[in-house]
């Protein structure tokens, strides 16, 4: 897991806050929350020079949501994470 994610074991109840900025000083807020089944580093389709195996790598969370519907995150330095 990445320095800054705090790590959480699967099944605990999270909320995670993703913060989008765009090019006119405008910011987009979603939360989701839900029980944790897995986090993974997954590659991406995209190249990037440099890169493991010339991918871009993800943080990737996994998460059911109270409905029973399945979310995968990609989270950034952007992305916060707190038990809910």
Known sequence: MSAQLPIFEPGTHVRVTHQIS????????NTVEGKILRYR????????????DDRLWLDRLEIECDNGEIVVLNLDQFSLIEKA
């Open 22 to 29: 765009n090019t006119h000083d405008e910011t987009w807020t």
């Open 41 to 52: 580093q997954a590659k991406t389709g995209s190249w990037f020079a440099h890169a493991k």
